[in-house]
């Protein structure tokens, strides 16, 4: 666990500095300016430039860029210049549900039927059979938004799709839509118990979108949101960090990377050597969810079985 | 004049006799176990509905698509029928026209009643968004009840004129009321150019708009990726159905009102002979679609596809789908082919078979495809493999059909049911022929 977050603040930092390695070419032309007013204290911060190279410079001469801080980030647009991906490495998965268990707890899911499940394939009665894990494929063409009457689930530009569900009225025609049968419905009033305990635990002052089910509204619907509220932070999405299997990579197709805590790896090479696939491709939906075929496994599909309840998703305990 | 005045007693509003009270009383007692059962639906949630996440949509939606089809008689006679100026309308478009009305209503409280979150109903305007198919609906419907509305309301004008005259002594009340609605109806030339004019233009745009709500209706199925709805063939497909679910619904409430109101000289077995060759017409386009449907897909089927028409063909669903296709659709055209078979009795029967199975109909297009998505149904409980509507979807579904047939049933106990204006102006017209021959 610990190992886990380690990796995670890797991710968060090599992130950060890539981001000021953007800025730096600004610097040049503010420098003179900057370095009249500035405070020269000596201290030194590594960044990497765009080449990849470390460098050193004072830290004065850093300039936050407006145009990336949180002030420009709407809940609607999104991060700027960012396009989020997953790949999901289906020759891992023993089933052994940490990430279901992972997201359940953070999203507080109390129905029946939760966000990401694990799904018993089998194509055909000849064919191995494989755990495939499943949440909101983050469509780039997602058949739920087009439907929906009042603009309640909406499509961001760094490629999340997401549900306000202050204004959501219920209809439930973008669960009709959905191919990949990921959203679910609060059919009753959501019990999720202490929950504004939580809210402000989590210093979340308002119920957003951006952490679905916090908290969940009754009439309306939820579904996988991307965990933007832990990218944030600057860590992965809860199932990525709970996944002891290393089965989910999280990242930006962007930068061309994905991590999935211990390792990370470049994105388009990833999909290449794996033959990585998108579920339905023939649907035209343009998932950011990537699969990497079930072969050469080293697990044992039979283990999986133990933990494997068709009609339960979520625990009651957790 | 005798002859006039004979019309007059005969179409003139009655009211009801004790069987009509009972009726209406029972009608309203469902309405309220309805709406109790509604109410508890608020509080509670739809969780006291059979839906869940995958048959997510449930009888509501089928109610609603039933209703709309069912509006669809206003259009249908409109169409073929004043437009083509075949006489036997005229006691037959007024009726068509009410459950046009009272069913298009009932439409739009239907999908109201599905709307998990009516509190938030003004969404629809303040964020509606152009490419969703409701926002379509959102439109449509409402244009389809004025419309309805005023077809039914421009042709009654001079009716209501003569109505104020007839109840003047005997029920001042209800005189004062026909006067109102007359809108100081004279008769005059003018009056008389108007009115034709209005109705002809609301005729005329009766007909597009009647077509256009069928098919988005088809669209909210088959905007969806979902089998069984994906399918280019559902526009023609709901309107042919709704041409049958139209017609039915026609066909039975016109031998009610003709028997209570013992309108036997007016609407006559000419009347149920014309309308059962108009059923007969829309159950054989109706076949047809339903070939295209079902029969076609079986030949190029697709693993989806071929679990999807299993469980119509034989499986689980196969019962009700045999019933709907058989006795709903081929019996009736068989019987209707024959002339015995469009005598009232038979008729009402058959009418009355073809809107049941209508109903079923919409059920079979709803249900069965929610319950086969693409990926298996995992991880909820055994329950939610299965959808059978729950004791307050009954109840609501009773409530909203007994809504729909209490308009129908006030329609018909406050307006002359028969144009008066306009029968005995044939009449007239008759005579005169007959007066010049002889
Ligand atoms: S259920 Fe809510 S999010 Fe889904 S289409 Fe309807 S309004 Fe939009």
Redesign the interface.
């Known amino acids: 666990m610990k190992n886990d977050s380690n990796s995670r603040r890797k991710f968060l930092n090599n992130g950060l500095k890539a981001g000021i390695a953007t800025v730096i070419g600004g610097i040049g032309l503010s420098k003179m300016a900057t370095k009249l007013n500035a405070k020269t204290d000596g201290k030194k911060v590594e960044l990497m430039t765009t080449d990849g190279h470390l460098v050193e410079v004072d830290a004065s001469e850093i300039i936050e860029e407006k145009t990336t801080n949180s002030k420009s980030y709407t809940v609607r647009e999104g991060f700027k210049n960012k396009k989020f991906v997953m790949v999901v490495d289906l020759a891992k998965c023993k089933n052994a549900l940490k990430c279901v268990s992972a997201c359940n707890k953070h999203h507080y899911i109390t129905g ?3 966000w990401l ?1 694990v ?3 089998q194509e055909s009665k000849d064919t191995a059979p494989y755990w495939m894990p ?1 949440a909101c494929q983050h469509c780039d063409q997602p ?1 739920c938004v ?7 689930t909406f499509k961001r530009r760094d490629g999340i799709v997401l549900i306000d569900n202050n ?7 973008c ?3 959905c ?3 990921t ?7 959501p019990d999720q118990g202490d929950i504004t305990l939580n809210l402000s635990m989590e210093q979340e002052t308002q119920p957003s979108p951006e952490h679905g089910g916090l908290p969940s509204i ?3 619907v939820d579904k996988c949101d991307f965990c933007p509220h832990e990218i944030k932070k600057g860590k992965l999405p809860h199932c990525v960090a709970a996944c002891p299997n290393g089965v989910f990579y999280f990242g930006d197709k962007y930068e061309d990377t994905v991590t999935n805590g211990d390792e990370t790896l470049r994105f388009s090479k990833l999909l290449k050597d794996k033959s990585g696939y998108r579920l ?1 491709e023939g ?1 035209g939906t343009e998932p950011s969810v990537y699969y990497l075929p079930p072969v050469d496994r080293l697990v044992d599909f039979e283990k999986g079985l133990k933990q494997y ?5 979520v625990k009651k305990s957790e | 004049m005798e002859n006039y005045d004979n019309l007059l007693n005969d179409l003139a509003p009655k009211k009801f006799g004790k069987v009509g009270v009972i009726w209406t009383c029972s009608l309203i007692a469902i309405i309220i176990v309805g709406i109790i059962a509604y109410i508890d639906q608020l509080i509670k949630g739809q969780i006291v509905t059979n839906m869940r996440d995958y048959a997510l949509w449930g009888i509501y939606i089928s109610n609603f698509v039933f209703f709309v089809a069912t509006s669809f008689v206003g259009s249908v006679t409109v169409a073929i029928l004043r437009l083509t100026k075949n006489k036997w309308r005229t006691p037959l478009v007024r009726i068509a026209e009410i459950i046009s009305l009272a069913a298009i209503a009932m439409a739009g409280v239907t999908i109201m009643i599905d709307m998990a979150r009516p509190d938030r109903l003004l969404n629809l305007f303040i964020h509606a968004r152009l490419q969703s198919p409701i926002t379509w609906d959102v439109i449509i419907i409402p244009t389809y009840i004025v419309i309805s509305f005023l077809l039914l309301y421009f042709p009654l004008i001079p009716d209501f004129a003569i109505l104020k005259k007839h109840f003047k002594d005997k029920n001042p009340v209800l005189s004062k009321w026909y006067g109102k609605l007359s809108l100081n109806w004279k008769g005059t030339a003018v009056q008389k150019a108007l009115q034709e004019k209005s109705i002809r233009i609301i005729a005329l745009m009766i007909i597009p708009v009647g077509l256009i709500l069928q098919t988005i209706d088809a669209w909210l199925f088959s905007t969806t990726y979902r089998i069984g709805w994906d399918s280019t063939n559902m526009g023609p497909y709901f309107i042919a159905g709704a041409f049958v679910a139209g017609i039915g619904a026609l066909v039975t409430v016109v031998y009610i009102v003709r028997r209570a109101y013992h309108l036997e000289a007016y609407i006559t077995d000419f009347h149920f002979d014309k309308l059962g060759k108009l059923l007969v017409l829309a159950c054989l386009t109706y076949l047809y679609f339903n070939i295209n449907e079902y029969l076609l897909p079986a030949y190029t089927v697709t693993k989806d596809e071929s679990v999807h028409l299993n469980t119509l063909f034989s499986g689980s669903y196969s019962p009700i789908f045999w019933a709907v296709t058989i006795i709903g659709l081929i019996f009736p055209i068989l019987f209707l082919l024959f002339k015995k078979g469009r005598k009232p009795l038979p008729m009402f029967i058959i009418g009355l078979v073809v809107v049941l199975a209508s109903w079923w109909k919409r059920y079979l297009i709803v249900t069965p495809t929610l319950l086969h998505p693409f990926l298996p149904i995992q991880g909820v409980p055994k329950s939610w493999h299965h959808y059978f509507p729950s004791i307050h979807e009954w109840l609501i579904t009773l409530a909203t059909l007994a809504m729909a047939l209490l308009i129908i049933t006030l329609l018909v106990r406050f307006l002359p049911i028969i144009p008066i204006q306009r029968t005995a102006d044939e009449q007239a017209l008759l005579n005169n022929e007959k007066d010049t021959k002889s």
């Open positions: 029946k039927n939760a499940k799904y018993k394939m499943t058949a087009t439907v929906c009457p009042v603009d309640a204004r959501c009225i219920g209809c439930r025609f669960m009709a839509a191919p990949y049968s959203r679910v419905f609060n059919w009753s009033e009754k009439g309306t339905m649907l309840d068709e009609y339960q998703s």
